[in-house]
């Protein structure tokens, strides 16, 4: 089973640029999520998807990040213009969601991809 | 809202030697609990799930965690640290699901092993 796709895995911008993160989730999983991890603090949601609808995205700064899931599968982030404190790693993590699954037991997981670092200079 | 704390920010421990992480949880309702690990440059990947029933939970890699109700405890443990366990663990507590259901992270504890 393919895991959770990212790229790019690093880029580098200047402030005031923009960069888009695209995420490829497990094939089935309904649910996505966005996560930023700023160095020495754990992942913080940023916004959710179920299918192609948002959940929940009261985390996300909404004047400068965008985030789409077209079609219910693949989902990019945006950040225009970029300021220096989003210096940070973009997870995306899938999920079955909260559920009982025949063979498996009870799912409530994430899984993860490899994330990808932004430095904004 | 859940929370999670890790208060070690930082543990160093030999090689060979046990190894506890701490984890105390905020949620109203029966939690549902995580350990995740995350190596340099990698993504994060599951040790670990508590959900219900025994309290004491078998994940990969040796580790095992225990859940304690009263103490709001899901503490990781593993009785033999190996040099290859060296990485970031993160604590994380579900919420009760629907369809907002999401993970929410402690800030993670950072593991150094000593040869």
């Known amino acids: 089973e393919a895991g959770v796709a990212q790229s790019p895995r690093y880029k580098i911008i200047e402030k005031r640029q923009s960069v888009a993160f695209w995420c490829n989730p497990i094939?089935?999983?309904?649910?996505l999520y966005w996560y930023q991890q700023i160095l020495g603090q754990g992942p913080k949601l940023l916004i959710q998807f179920q299918n192609n609808g948002v959940v929940d995205d009261s985390q996300l700064p909404k004047d400068r990040f965008s985030a789409e899931r077209l079609k219910g599968v693949d989902s990019t982030l945006k950040i225009q213009p970029a300021k220096l404190e989003d210096s940070a790693v973009y997870l995306c993590a899938s999920s079955l969601g909260f559920r009982v699954v025949s063979g498996r037991g009870v799912t409530g997981e994430l899984f993860f991809g490899e994330g990808s670092r932004l430095t904004v200079l | 809202a859940q929370s999670v704390t890790q208060p070690d920010i930082h543990i160093t421990v030999s090689e060979g030697a046990s190894l506890e992480l701490r984890c105390n949880y905020s949620y109203g309702a029966t939690p549902y609990l995580f350990w995740y690990v995350q190596s340099p440059g990698q993504g994060l990947q599951l040790l670990l799930k508590y959900f219900s029933g025994d309290t004491l939970v078998q994940g990969i890699k040796g580790f095992e965690a225990e859940f304690k109700r009263s103490q709001s405890s899901f503490n990781l443990r593993k009785p033999s640290v190996h040099w290859s366990d060296a990485a970031e663990y993160f604590c994380?507590?579900?919420?009760?699901?629907?369809?907002?259901?999401?993970?929410?992270f402690g800030k993670g504890t950072l593991l150094t092993v000593n040869p």
């Open positions: 094939s089935g999983h309904a649910t």
């Open positions: 994380a507590v579900g919420d009760s699901g629907g369809s907002n259901y999401k993970l929410t």
